[in-house]
């Protein structure tokens, strides 16, 4: 996609696009989601910019390898509440709630709270 074709995604659309690139465990697709100079905030702090949000799904997707996601969401404008579940060999999270705010076709603010349950 050019960079004129993501700035005209609506929320919808580029969720369904970051819903579809986790699933397949793309980390050169999840980050073309970002803005560069996007924030996550999470209860281990603040991440800022691409490199650092691109180590944290790195880490989630070492976590939960092949996970199967269960989502609701809620769209209002440029934000979207979400609650997730995964299930994946290694762990489980049966809690996850993010908050997302878009801009221009990308994501700018997630926030992020989640209990990974490793499996025995």
Do not use: C
Not at 4 to 24: C, D, I, M, W, Y
Not at 94 to 119: A, C, E, H, M, W
């Amino acid at each position: 996609m050019t960079q004129t074709n993501l700035s005209k995604r609506t929320p919808e659309e580029v969720f369904t696009h970051h819903a579809q690139s986790l699933g397949a465990e793309d980390l050169d697709a999840i980050m073309m989601d970002y803005a560069d100079n996007a924030t996550l905030i999470s209860p281990a702090g603040v991440l800022r910019g691409k490199e650092a949000i691109r180590t944290f799904f790195a880490d989630l997707l070492q976590s939960l390898p092949k996970a199967q996601w269960g989502v609701t969401t809620i769209y209002e404008g440029n934000v979207l509440f979400l609650e997730w579940t995964a299930d994946s060999s290694r762990a489980s999270v049966s809690d996850g709630v993010d908050t997302f705010i878009f801009q221009n076709g990308l994501i700018t603010l997630q926030t992020v709270r989640n209990t990974t349950v490793p499996k025995a």
